[in-house]
C-alpha cells in the first residue's frame, strides 16, 4: 500500500514538475519568438525544404525521366576547367593546390595492455596517442613512389592488382599508387570468407596482392586457390612485427614500406590512365551469393564525385573521419571528394571510435574525441545502434530525466518543424549527447540501405546535426539520387544528382505504372556517366562471343 502511494507521489511530483518546465517554455517562446523570426527566417528554410529538385524531361504513359534542377557548383565547375576526368588527375591536382595540409591522419598506437574486467576476465586494450599525419604533398608523393615500386617488382600498367585490407590511410595511399600507373584496383572486404576472397582473385587473374598484418596468415591456405599470385605486400603493423614464414614456396612477401622505398629510386615514369581506363574492379554481393565483380572506369568516379560536390555542402575546415570500408564504393568516393576539396581524413576502426568501443584502453579517449571530425559517413545499421544506445541512456536514467528528455525531444522536433532552431535547448541538452562524436559533426551522409525515418529524426535532432541519405548502387559508383542537405523531411532519398538522370518504367506484372496516382511508380532505371560498363565475368564472355 504505501509502494504504491509512494510510486503515484512521485508520478504526482514529475507531472507538476514536467507541467512547470512548460510553463516556463511556453513564457519564453512568446518573448523571443519575435527575435528568432527576425534572426532565423524560418520561412526561408521551409521554402528550401519544399523547393522543387527535379524537373520531367520526358512523359508519356510508359516511362517518365526526371532530371536535377540544380546547376553545377564551383568545385565541379573547377574539375571540368583542370580536365580532371581521372582519380590520377585528382591527386596530382590537390598536392599542388593543398601542399602541406593536412590530409591523411593515422592515430598511434602506443601499446596494447591487459585490462581486468570487473567480472575478473582480462581483455586486450590499445593505449592511443595523437593523430600521426602526411600533407597532400608527402600522401601524394608516397603514392608516386609505390607505385614505381610496384614496376620494379614486375607489375606493368593495366595489370589488376587485389587490395585486401581494412580501410586505413596505405589503402589509399596504395589505390593512388596504382592509379598512377594506370594499375585497376580489385577491390575485396576484408570481412569476406576465404572462398569468396579466392575467387575474387582468381577471376581477376591478379598476381600481386596488397593485405595487411592481421589478414596475412589467410593466405598460408588460400594461396594453394590463387595459382597466379606471385607478391604479397602487408601493411606493417604498429606494434607487432609480422610473420613471413610458413607460406607457399615461391612467393614473395615484402612489407608496404619496403615498396615505398624501392621506388624512391626508381626510374619508371607515371602511365597516366584514361577516363575510359577501368579504375577499379569492386566486388559486391552477386545475386547468387558468388560476388561479383563491376568495372568502375575512371569517368564513372569522376562523375560521381561532380555529383557529390553539387549536392553536399564542404568547408575548408572540415574534417572527415574514415571508417567505413573502403572496399565499398560509397565510402571510397566519399573520401575522393574530400582529396578533391582539401578534406583531412583521419581513420578509424569500429573498435577504437568513440571512448566507450571495445578496444579503447579505460582513460583513453576514443578517435572521435581526438580527431573532432566535422564531417562522417555512416550506414544504417551503425545509425540504428546510436540510436538505440541514445534510447538505452535514456531509459537507465529516472522518470522525471525519462520525461524531461521527451519533453525537450518533442519541443525541438516542433520547432524544426516550423523552420527555427533551438540554440538554447542544444546547448543545454543536446550538444552533450553530440559529444559522443567529438562535438563538431555537422553533417552524416548515409548510404548502403534504407534509413527509417523514426532514426535519421532521432540522429538529427540528438546529436544536433544534418543528416542526409542517398540512393544508389555500385553498378552507378554510388551515384543516383542525394537528399539535398536543407530538406526537413525524413525516410527520403532525394533527387537526382547533377550527372544522371533517372528514369520509371511500366512494371505491369506488379502494377507499378507511372501513371499511378498518386505518385508515379515503376521500375527504376539509372543514366549518365556515373553507370558502370558493366560486370566483369559478362564483359569476358561479350568480348569472346559467348553471348
Request: net charge positive; hydrophobic share 35%.
Amino acid at each position: 500500500m504505501f509502494i504504491e502511494d509512494d510510486a503515484q507521489m512521485d508520478s504526482f511530483w514529475v507531472q507538476s514538475a514536467i507541467g512547470a518546465i512548460k510553463a516556463i517554455a511556453f513564457v519564453y517562446d512568446i518573448i523571443t519568438l519575435p527575435v528568432y523570426l527576425v534572426l532565423q527566417k524560418p520561412w526561408k528554410r521551409r521554402q528550401d525544404s519544399r523547393r522543387v529538385k527535379a524537373k520531367i524531361v520526358r512523359n508519356d504513359d510508359n516511362e517518365l525521366t526526371y532530371r536535377t534542377t540544380d546547376p553545377p557548383r564551383d568545385v565541379h565547375v573547377k574539375m571540368l576547367q583542370e580536365n580532371i576526368d581521372t582519380l590520377e588527375k585528382v591527386f596530382n591536382y590537390v598536392a599542388k593546390t593543398y601542399t602541406s595540409k593536412r590530409c591523411l591522419g593515422t592515430r598511434q598506437i602506443l601499446s596494447e595492455e591487459d585490462e581486468v574486467q570487473p567480472n575478473g576476465r582480462v581483455f586486450k586494450k590499445y593505449n592511443l596517442g595523437d593523430y600521426k599525419w602526411k600533407t597532400f604533398t608527402e600522401a601524394e608523393r608516397t603514392a608516386a613512389n609505390f607505385g614505381r615500386g610496384l614496376r620494379e617488382l614486375g607489375q606493368k600498367p593495366r595489370e589488376n592488382i587485389v587490395i585486401f585490407a581494412e580501410t586505413r590511410a596505405e589503402w589509399m595511399i596504395a589505390a593512388h599508387g596504382c592509379f598512377k600507373q594506370a594499375m585497376p584496383i580489385v577491390t575485396v572486404y576484408a570481412t569476406l570468407g576465404d572462398d569468396g576472397v579466392a575467387h575474387c582473385i582468381t577471376e581477376t587473374e591478379v598476381t600481386t596482392v596488397i593485405t595487411s598484418h592481421d589478414l596475412l596468415p589467410k593466405f598460408k591456405t588460400l594461396l594453394d586457390k590463387c595459382p597466379l599470385v606471385k607478391t604479397i605486400i602487408y601493411i606493417e603493423d604498429q606494434l607487432q612485427k609480422t610473420e613471413t614464414t610458413g607460406f607457399k614456396e615461391g612467393v614473395k612477401i615484402l612489407p608496404f614500406n619496403q615498396v615505398v622505398k624501392t621506388g624512391q629510386d626508381s626510374k619508371f615514369e607515371h602511365v597516366p590512365p584514361k577516363g575510359d581506363d577501368i579504375a577499379i574492379i569492386m566486388y559486391t554481393s552477386g545475386s547468387t551469393g558468388t560476388p561479383k565483380g563491376v568495372l568502375l572506369s575512371h569517368k564513372n568516379c569522376i562523375a560521381t564525385m561532380k555529383g557529390f560536390v553539387d549536392m553536399v555542402p564542404i568547408y575548408p575546415d572540415d574534417v572527415l573521419i574514415g571508417f567505413l570500408p573502403l572496399a565499398h564504393v560509397f565510402e571510397l568516393v566519399a573520401e575522393s571528394v574530400c582529396l578533391m576539396t582539401g578534406v583531412p581524413i583521419g581513420y578509424s576502426t569500429p573498435l577504437t571510435l568513440i571512448d566507450t568501443s571495445s578496444k579503447i584502453k579505460r582513460g583513453c579517449k576514443g578517435d572521435a574525441t581526438v580527431l573532432k571530425p566535422t564531417c562522417m559517413t555512416s550506414v544504417p545499421l551503425i545509425l540504428d545502434r546510436i540510436s538505440k544506445g541514445i534510447n538505452d541512456k535514456v531509459n537507465s536514467g529516472s522518470a522525471f530525466k525519462k520525461s524531461l528528455f521527451k519533453f525537450l525531444y518533442q519541443y525541438k522536433v516542433k520547432w524544426v518543424q516550423r523552420g527555427y532552431k533551438t540554440p538554447l535547448i542544444d546547448k543545454l541538452v543536446f550538444k552533450k549527447v553530440a559529444k559522443l562524436m567529438g562535438g563538431k559533426v555537422r553533417i552524416i551522409m548515409s548510404g548502403g540501405a534504407p534509413l527509417s525515418a523514426d532514426t535519421h529524426e532521432q540522429i538529427k535532432t540528438c546529436l544536433c546535426l544534418e543528416l542526409i541519405q542517398g540512393y544508389g548502387l555500385t553498378e552507378t559508383t554510388s551515384g543516383a539520387t542525394v537528399m539535398d542537405y536543407r530538406d526537413m523531411t525524413y525516410g527520403r532519398t532525394g533527387g537526382p544528382l547533377t550527372v544522371c538522370d533517372i528514369r520509371l518504367v511500366n512494371w505491369e506484372e506488379g502494377n507499378y505504372r507511372v501513371t499511378n496516382k498518386p505518385y508515379p511508380q515503376g521500375e527504376v532505371l539509372i543514366g549518365g556517366e556515373c553507370v558502370s560498363q558493366g560486370i566483369l565475368q559478362v564483359a569476358r564472355q561479350d568480348q569472346r562471343g559467348f553471348l
